[in-house]
């Protein structure tokens, strides 16, 4: 089990984060919205640890990030906001790099590498470097990456960005049947779809503190209203039509 | 619409500040390599004023001697011509990538409501802004040195137009060697396969950079060539600032340098049109730059990147991996590590050039100590110089991933694969280029020298390399923090307290065997302790990702706690 407790980010004077506590169980797909700005991509740094907590404390599966930072990290695969990656390489020599970073067998990683590739439908392009790759290509190959080592935490940092329409239903089968394994999966977005289709919690972050924490199949338990209007009143939003209108009126001005 | 808000005006600007963008820096990084810059101005400004006094006392002399005088004058002009040369070809070098415009500027560009013509102008003009200003600036910095030459010049004609007749030469000089740089980069976009064009772009670039840090000895000892321009010497025909040496004394009327006066002349002419062919016919073709295919690798397959067996350290074997794509492909890091290569080679080929290599090699003392100073003062260079290529980042924001995977023993991996960089590439590499000469010399005894080589230049690396936890190429860089003058002063006497005391222990190694392994187990026992406390030291602190400035302020604790 994922546990982060009191989860407080502060940068300088800004506090990015306040006190976010939320549990991640195995087998279970935990959506994590908010808009921009709301400190989503600050929480997904911490869960992975390329973030150490101003305070409060996270763990995964017994271990504390704070006492074996190390351990606690050995059992993530992620995938970041931003498809970066050291292009020069091809997809097989990062994924080379990135297994044997994880002290991977070599059998391990020959028997790995190019299936993942070949599913991925990367083979062709196997002999490239990544400099010319799409954004697309380049997340199936950080999808691989996140994969190679078998984790228990899988943490995704808007997957689906760049992916075709069957790049994005093999990676949302794959989830299903991760979780389904009893994997643990953690994910930020902003497309209420993917949340709806494919979680089975829902958080909802707003200016830095939980605003909302729901299971996913209770909206349509619980009544009309859907995600989308219930995460617009969670976080707050204002009417949008004034501000288009407003943008309207000053292109179309002098 | 003022001047300034004119799409050229816009666009030229926009081109210009990009050929002084160095994307790898972080701000800091920026502002660090900017107080670098004001240090190496600093030591040019020294260095001018130096060169000043030494040039004050000789045309002091020579102002009653004519003949003297009219053969010193062609050797320093050759040398005052070739200094804006080599910066201008320099510059023009290192922006080699933006000479034309690019599949970037495509992208972008032509996106907006800008026509090609507009983008090709615009980009011509940057590059003529940039050519000029480094013409203009070497060519204003060395005028008081130029001035001083003119002293005595009555003997070969007027000053005022020996005056002119130098300028003219000179300026042709630096416009012929801008020239160059782009006519070579547009015969390779021209001509390259679309695919090989990113590559053979960055190899050209690589192999001019190391060309011209190569020759800097070689121009820096054209002042003492009066003896060869007087002669004819056969290499005057090979090296362009004798050529217009040879222009300005056939415009002073001298027809015996109607050849070189011919040959600077042409080859101007000739490199201009290749530039002036190769952007018309790019304006043309303009898919030459865009689209261009990823670069394909000679990787036959994934799993050559693997080994069947897992080698007993898979992190440093990983990051060695790393180490080598990276200096293979990335032409930022290419061009860094020739850079050093060559800088260290350039240092010790005036000297080995100079050798009298007809004498009885086995008792010119002064031969065999060349040859054990010579791989000294390489390892001595590039050393330090790679260690800092090593250091330069590659995409920052990719090195979460070696964040994510950081652990206790892979720390000590991480930092030892760096140091095996190091020192294949700035310790062997120098030894197994200078063993032969030594070989032919010295003979057999020479092997005792180049193990003890060998140690000491693994004392070096170890030395320099303590507190190395770097991931190579992941690590935010600032370049510069120390003043510059001052570095400079303690490297040159770290320098002369090396190569002095490495070239007494390698001159009595090979006099004597038992000393030799004395210095080898002694050198190499200190290296080992060091190897040892660098490993502990990384396991213990953690891989370090963010480069920091030394304390510029150093309290004195004068009060009581």
């Known amino acids: 089990m994922l546990q982060a407790r009191g989860l407080t980010k502060r940068y300088g004077g800004l506090l990015a984060l306040d006190h976010v506590s939320f549990e991640l169980h195995p087998g279970e797909i935990v959506g994590y919205l908010g808009p921009n700005g709301s400190g989503k991509s600050t929480t997904v740094n911490l869960v992975v640890g390329l973030l150490e907590p101003t305070v409060g404390c996270l763990s995964l599966l017994g271990v504390r990030a704070a006492d074996d930072p190390i351990a606690y990290k050995r059992q993530i695969g992620y995938v970041p906001e931003e498809p970066t990656l050291y292009a020069h390489l091809t997809a097989g020599e990062y994924l080379t790099l990135v297994g044997r970073l994880r002290r991977l067998p070599s059998r391990t990683l020959d028997a790995r590498i190019p299936v993942l590739l070949r599913l991925l439908q990367l083979h062709d392009s196997r002999h490239k470097s990544m400099t010319m790759f799409s954004k697309g290509m380049r997340q199936r190959v950080l999808v691989a990456a996140a994969l190679l080592h078998n984790p228990r935490l899988l943490v995704l940092d808007e997957p689906f960005s760049g992916l075709d329409v069957n790049a994005g239903a093999l990676l949302r089968t794959l989830l299903r049947m991760l979780a389904d394994d009893g994997r643990m999966i953690f994910f930020s977005t902003h497309r209420f779809d993917m949340v709806e289709k494919l979680c089975s919690r829902v958080i909802v972050l707003s200016s830095g503190r939980i605003a909302l924490e729901r299971r996913v199949a209770d909206f349509e338990r619980d009544g009309p209203e859907s995600l989308e209007a219930t995460f617009v009143r969670a976080t707050q939003q204002p009417d949008f039509a004034p501000v288009a209108r407003e943008i309207l009126d000053t292109i179309s001005g002098g | ?561």
């Open chain 2, 1 to 561: 619409m003022t001047v300034r808000d004119r799409p050229e005006v816009v666009l030229t600007h926009h081109f210009f500040t990009a050929l002084f963008d160095f994307g790898f820096l972080s701000d800091e990084g920026a502002e660090a390599f900017k107080r670098l810059l004001l240090g190496g101005l600093a030591l040019a400004i020294a260095g001018g004023l130096l060169l000043m006094r030494l040039f004050m006392n000789k045309y002091g002399l020579l102002a009653g001697a004519p003949e003297d005088y009219a053969r010193e004058v062609v050797a320093d002009h050759a040398f005052l011509m070739a200094l804006p040369m080599w910066v201008v070809a320099g510059a023009m070098a290192l922006a080699g990538q933006s000479l034309f415009p690019n599949e970037v500027d495509f992208r972008i560009l032509m996106a907006e409501p800008l026509s090609r013509r507009l983008i090709f102008a615009a980009k011509l003009a940057a590059l003529l802004l940039f050519g000029g200003l480094f013409i203009a600036g070497t060519h204003l910095g060395l005028l008081p040195v130029a001035a001083l030459t003119l002293i005595g010049s009555t003997s070969i004609g007027s000053a005022a137009s020996t005056a002119m007749a130098f300028l003219a030469s000179s300026l042709l000089a630096s416009f012929f060697a801008a020239f160059a740089i782009v006519a070579i980069h547009g015969v390779l976009v021209l001509l390259a396969a679309r695919h090989r064009l990113l590559a053979f772009s960055g190899v050209v670039r690589v192999v001019v950079i190391g060309g011209l840090v190569l020759v800097l000895p070689l121009v820096l000892r054209l002042p003492a060539s009066a003896d060869a321009f007087a002669a004819g010497a056969w290499w005057l025909v090979l090296a362009p600032p004798a050529w217009f040496a040879g222009l300005e004394r056939w415009l002073l009327g001298d027809t015996a340098s109607s050849m070189l006066a011919l040959q600077a002349t042409a080859a101007t002419l000739a490199t201009v049109a290749i530039a002036v062919i190769a952007y018309v016919r790019l304006y043309r073709r303009f898919d030459r730059v865009t689209f261009q295919s990823a670069v394909r690798t000679t990787t036959p397959d994934w799993a050559s990147s693997t080994n069947r067996r897992s080698p007993a350290a898979p992190v440093r074997h990983a990051v060695g991996r790393f180490v080598s794509l990276t200096i293979r492909r990335s032409v930022l890091h290419q061009g860094l590590v020739v850079g050093v290569l060559a800088g260290a080679g350039g240092l010790v080929l005036d000297s080995l050039l100079r050798a009298n290599w007809r004498v009885d090699a086995a008792v010119d003392t002064e031969l065999i100590w060349l040859l054990l100073w010579t791989p000294m003062t390489m390892m001595f260079v590039a050393v330090p110089a790679m260690r800092m290529a090593l250091s330069v980042p590659l995409d920052l924001r990719a090195n979460w991933i070696f964040r994510m995977t950081e652990d206790v023993e892979g720390r000590a991996e991480i930092a030892a694969a760096g140091v095996r960089v190091v020192l294949a590439l700035a310790v062997a590499l120098p030894i197994a280029l200078i063993a032969p000469l030594q070989w032919s010399t010295m003979g057999v005894a020479s092997l005792a020298v180049q193990i003890v080589e060998a140690a000491i230049g693994w004392l070096l690396v170890e030395s320099l390399m303590a507190n190395w936890r770097r991931v190579p190429f992941t690590c935010s860089y600032i370049p510069g923090k120390g003043f510059v003058p001052q570095m400079c002063v303690k490297a040159f006497a770290a320098y002369v307290t090396f190569t002095g005391a490495t070239g007494l222990a390698l001159l009595a190694s090979l006099r004597s065997l038992a000393v030799a392994i004395g210095l080898t187990a002694l050198v190499g026992g200190t290296a080992a302790i060091l190897r040892w406390r660098r490993a502990r030291r990384a396991r213990e602190m953690g891989l370090l990702f963010e480069d920091e400035m030394p304390a510029d302020v150093y309290p004195l604790r004068l009060y009581a706690d």
